[in-house]
């Protein structure tokens, strides 16, 4: 198992950016496929990005395509959301999320996840 922390979350300004790291400890996070889901009050947990565990394969929500760059540095177990063109929509609390799994293909199923980080979008 994975113990995984978020950090870089706020409150930020329709048109903002901020930028969101996902910190594991525990393991290498270097055989993990992982992701970042979101929550917002009243609605269901959604997929928003994916990473597999090369970084050489990415996936995006529709809502956030353009707009949001997942990345990862393996070296420093850590994994980013860039996030620009932000939108109050955008509300909610992220949480990232892995899943040991060594392919080039998305999952949206995840094992270990993080306490979660509230990203707030004021218009």
């Known amino acids: 198992q994975v113990q995984l922390v978020e950090s870089g979350g706020g409150t930020v300004q329709a048109g903002g950016s901020l930028r969101l790291s996902c910190t594991a400890s525990g393991r290498t996070i270097s055989s993990y496929a992982m992701a970042w889901f979101r929550q917002a009050p009243g609605k269901e947990r959604e997929f928003v990005a994916g990473?597999?565990?090369?970084?050489?394969?990415?996936a995006y929500a529709d809502s956030v395509k353009g707009r949001f760059t997942i990345s990862r540095s393996n070296a420093k177990n850590t994994m980013y959301l860039q996030m620009s063109s932000l939108k109050p929509e955008d509300t909610a609390v992220y949480y990232c999320?892995?899943?040991?799994?060594?392919?080039?293909?998305?999952?949206?199923?995840?094992?270990?996840w993080g306490q979660g980080i509230q990203v707030t979008v004021s218009s």
């Open positions: 990473i597999n565990w090369g970084g050489g394969s990415t």
């Open positions: 999320a892995a899943k040991n799994q060594v392919s080039s293909g998305i999952s949206l199923r995840y094992d270990d």
